[in-house]
């Protein structure tokens, strides 16, 4: 692609102008952006720039490994793997409001970036995946696609208490084309093509209380859930897919006893932006097996549910 080509050379000139020899720190989440915006400065300033990836406890199974694999094998850039679960699960213990759970991730979030910055000898240049959309947006919905601490996590007050300057190499773009410009400088399409995740992780997919026990039965569900889109080819098609796991308990039966345990909702949806959703139209076939292997794979579930709300009035999220 020509035109990506012409604005990546472009791009990568003008943060060697804005950063100079400074430094800069990036929050790598995995998602689209954040992997974009790292790659890129990458190229423009090499060492100066350090990635932080915090695994919050709340990733998807396998994903940090996967993640960290990922830029660790295709690109040799600073990466520190923060593993802060317990910290973050700690502190989310006996919480929840969503919007709480909210603010305490955001704020750790903060505090450990802060952490590993000052590890490093600190930092002049905050980097962030901020899209166009972003900017335009960043006061009418809670979180979007994309990953800023900023907006993310809506918390501000980073870049000022740390005395940093941001460096937005995507700030003019919209989503596809941040997608054709990972193309071009080498993405693997598997990563370009993700769905979005949020920033509170599995945190807004658990409703109510967390706790390990549930986060783990909730990522066995999950990876069933998504290895089944991606068997019947259907993973393009949607804009975001995840499993909840309910906060209630339900009796069924298996060989001769009885059951009590767990139930949990699909989510699929349609979007262009993430502003508005329709639900995906799974065919009952789909969905039928889909259940019979989630309830056969994974202990813990015993009832499946679709939840087949278009946003409005729902959320993409349960919470
Ligand atoms: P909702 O649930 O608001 O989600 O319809 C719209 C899009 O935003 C994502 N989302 C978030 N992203 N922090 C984020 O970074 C959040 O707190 C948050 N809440 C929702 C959601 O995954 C969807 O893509």
Sequence with gaps: DWTMDAYRDEAVQRIRDQVGDGKVICALSGGVDSS????????????????????????????SEQVVGMFREHYNLPLIHADESELFLGKLEGVSDPETKRKIIGGLFIDVFEKYAKQIGGADFL?????????IESVSFSGGPS??????????????????????????????????????????????????????????????EITRAKLDILREA????????????????????????????????MGDGRTYDFACALRAVTSVDGMTADYYPFTHEFLGETATRIINEVPGINRVTYDITSKPPGTIEWE
């Excluded at 460096?167 to 598997?190: C, H, I, Q, Y």
């Excluded at 993973?235 to 909840?244: G, K, L, S, T």
Aim: glycine residues 10%.
């Design 36 to 63: 974009v915006a790292a790659v890129l400065i990458h190229e423009a300033i090499g060492e100066q720039l350090t990635c932080v990836y915090v695994d919050h406890g709340l990733m998807r199974k396998a994903e």
């Design 127 to 135: 980097a962030q995946g901020t899209l166009y959309p972003d900017v």
């Design 222 to 253: 999950d990876a069933v859930y998504i290895d089944q889109i991606r068997k019947h080819g259907l993973y393009d098609e949607i804009w975001q897919a995840f499993v909840a796991i309910l906060p209630v308990r339900t009796v069924g039966v």
């Design 147 to 208: 990953v800023t601490i900023k907006s993310h996590h809506n918390v501000g007050g980073l870049p000022e208490r740390m005395n940093m300057q941001l460096v937005e190499p995507l700030r003019e773009l919209f989503k596809d084309e941040v997608r054709a410009l990972g193309r071009e400088l080498g993405l693997p399409d598997s990563f370009i093509g993700r769905h979005p995740f949020p920033g509170p992780g599995l945190a807004i997919r658990c409703p109510g």
